[in-house]
């Protein structure tokens, strides 16, 4: 800004003892210091002593289509003033595993170690995005580069400068992508919700009355497509407000309003068959225990989770195929508890695939088996 406010990554930042800034002409340094900096979405907003400093132009991000045309600044191995050109590979790219909020521009114009906290322009100059990432083999630019949105951005920023801190809207679940296969389970025409997998106790998410095994389909009158973007939605979403979610519970819609808590560390407390033959397909490539203290010791489970830990998985097998391993415990099967071997026998398995709920590495999942047609 005109007046001295820097915006930069956080991973550009962190564990410095001072900093100084350049100017464009080579020559001026500044001190700077931290206004504040967010982990969570790798930014952080620096300040120096100067007036009258030229601004760039903020764009909207929203407005971003692949194939865009956009250039990358920044001083990618030292060479300051740097310029690459590409165009918009892709826009909201998520789960690439670097960082808590993770809602990408994506781009194949050059950028290396040294461009982090850059900013990537349009063809018209103005800013879309801080460069923060890449993914290589080698190190170096590979034409897949990320940047994050200016729209998320100046949000972040904006908040770091008036409270030191960001601010976030807290919910209370731990939610899932719908799979197609899971669809039919939840009365779903198409894969489009956020799935909650877990509520918190004492949540706001509890108070409201959401529940593992609903579908968030709407918050705040905007649709939910994903986990991603109910994520988005209420980490931008004010603590203290009240916002109306519409779920869909057993094929049926319902409206909630929640109040949502403010986020604080740790931040995100990710033919038919019968009933015997299908038993056999998949329950036989596990070996399942009753949870008791020992176990829970063992695997690292919590004393207040129950059920039937997997103590083995045959490998290359309908469930191993699924993504269940040692140590995950399973809680539900076809949204029946299950907590003694002896329940196992109560269930009705006829259909093409099983539905659990597992406990899986501090979390509730939801995992679909689908029976081959031997079953």
Not at 89 to 104: H, K, L, P, V, Y
Not at 260 to 288: I, M, R, T, Y
Not at 333 to 342: G, Y
């Amino acid at each position: 800004s005109s007046d001295g406010f820097i915006l930069t990554n956080f991973h550009v930042v962190e564990g410095t003892q001072s900093i100084s800034v350049v100017l464009a002409d080579g020559t001026t340094s500044l001190d700077a210091e931290i206004v504040g900096a967010d982990k969570h979405s790798d930014l952080a907003v620096l300040k120096v002593e100067r007036k009258g400093l030229s601004a760039i132009t903020l764009g909207n991000s929203d407005h971003l289509e692949v194939g865009d045309v956009v250039l990358a600044l920044g001083s990618p191995f030292g060479l300051s003033q740097s310029v690459t050109m590409g165009i918009v590979s892709a826009t909201g790219r998520a789960q690439i595993g670097m960082m808590d909020i993770e809602n990408f521009i994506q781009t194949d114009a050059s950028i290396n170690p040294g461009n982090s906290g850059g900013a990537l322009v349009d063809a018209k100059g103005r800013l879309m995005g801080i460069n923060t990432a890449i993914l290589s083999r080698s190190g170096g630019n590979m034409g897949i580069g990320f940047a994050i949105p200016i729209n998320l951005a100046k949000s972040v920023m904006e908040s770091l400068i008036a409270n030191g801190e960001v601010i976030r809207g807290y919910l209370g679940i731990n939610i899932q992508d719908l799979r197609p296969e899971m669809a039919s389970y939840f009365n779903l025409d198409e894969k489009q919700g956020a799935l909650v997998a877990d509520v918190v106790p004492d949540s706001p998410a509890q108070v409201s009355g959401l529940q593992p095994g609903d579908v968030v389909m709407v918050f705040d009158g905007k649709p939910v497509l994903g986990s991603r973007e109910l994520k988005l939605m209420v980490g931008s979403s004010q603590p203290g407000v009240v916002y109306e979610v519409k779920v869909l519970r057993q094929g049926k819609e319902l409206l909630l309003g929640v109040e949502l808590g403010q986020l604080g560390e740790p931040f995100l407390q990710k033919a038919s068959h019968s009933s015997q033959g299908n038993e056999q397909v998949w329950l036989k490539d596990l070996e399942l225990e009753p949870l008791n203290r020992a176990l829970k010791s063992q695997y690292g489970v919590p004393q207040s989770v129950d059920g039937l830990v997997i103590v083995a998985v045959r490998q290359g097998s309908l469930a191993w195929n699924a993504g269940l391993r040692p140590g995950n415990v399973v809680r539900e099967i076809n949204r029946t508890a299950v907590m003694e071997m002896a329940d196992l026998r109560q269930l009705d398995f006829d259909g093409p695939s099983v539905l659990l709920r597992l406990w899986v590495d501090g979390a509730h999942v939801f995992r679909v088996i689908t029976l081959n047609e031997q079953g």
